[in-house]
């Protein structure tokens, strides 16, 4: 196969909180569960035993590009099992990690890409401060300086909001993703894809594996050679699909123990 990179979104793909577990069966049966992520000195994160050996095997035999909306701050919480990555994608592609530490030219390069292709992040914040009702928004952020998310009480939200949301944005070159309680605006040429695309041209790799489960994570499915997307989520939720995709049947944590396995098959098959 040559080469191979293995890029994927973390959270709800890989990593899951306590309440995206989706431990539906009897208690007895739960998978032994790995915590990977603390905040506060509380829990946080989690992934199966089983899907952690898998991505320390998968980390030694190809290499692993996290691919994350996180902020850098925010990924560096996460302590996956395996080597640390040569490469990792944060704050949807706006941060390219190397060995650690964020790229000033991949910054350079994409900030440029965003000013000349998207209205300023200012003015979506704007619009997000005026059409936000703080009874059922629970926060507002921008992160990075390159994108804005709520976090919502989600069966609150008026019915036709997102759409409208999502449509004002079209029109000024963003996109609108609601992943569990946040609704993320994110300008068009901020996506994994791009920073991909530039992992790609440094590493020299020849083929590219993905899996994710958002409508952020569709532009990475598509570049990929082969990807997968678990039973849940957006992507999931309306019915996307794509040539060399396979959508699990499988939803939570089970799902990321799923997708660790595929991975590692198709990259030492």
Not at 9 to 37: F, H, K, M, N, W
Not at 168 to 189: N, T
Request: proline share 6%; net charge negative; with cysteine.
């Amino acid at each position: 196969m040559g080469d191979v990179l293995v890029a994927s979104d973390l959270d709800r793909t890989l990593i899951y909180s306590e309440r995206a577990l989706a431990l539906d069966g009897p208690d007895r049966e739960a998978p032994r569960l790995l915590c990977v992520e603390v905040l506060d000195g509380r829990p946080l994160s989690y992934l199966t035993e089983r899907a952690a050996a898998l991505l320390a095997e998968l980390g030694r035999k190809a290499g692993f590009v996290p691919a994350t909306t996180r902020t850098v701050e925010q990924y560096r919480r996460v302590n996956l099992p395996g080597p640390q990555p040569t490469y990792a994608i944060c704050a949807n592609g706006g941060q390219l990690l190397v060995d650690g530490a964020p790229d000033p030219d991949w910054r350079r390069e994409i900030t440029a890409r965003i000013a000349a292709g998207s209205a300023p992040a200012a003015e979506v914040v704007r619009q997000l401060a005026l059409c936000a009702d703080p009874e059922w928004t629970r926060k507002r952020r921008v992160a990075d300086e390159l994108f804005a998310y709520l976090v919502v009480e989600r069966d609150r939200l008026p019915a036709g909001w997102l759409a409208e949301l999502t449509g004002w944005c079209a029109e000024r070159g963003w996109r609108v993703s609601l992943q569990g309680r946040k609704v993320y605006a994110v300008p068009q040429p901020l996506c994994k894809s791009a920073a991909l695309a530039e992992v790609l041209r440094r590493s020299g790799a020849d083929t590219v594996l993905a899996a994710g489960d958002s409508l952020l994570d569709a532009d990475l499915l598509l570049a990929a050679d082969a990807g997968w997307r678990p039973g849940h989520g957006e992507l999931a939720d309306s019915g996307w699909t794509a040539p060399g995709v396979t959508a699990l049947a499988e939803v939570g944590v089970a799902a990321g123990e799923e997708i660790a396995r595929r991975f590692l098959s198709a990259a030492v098959g």
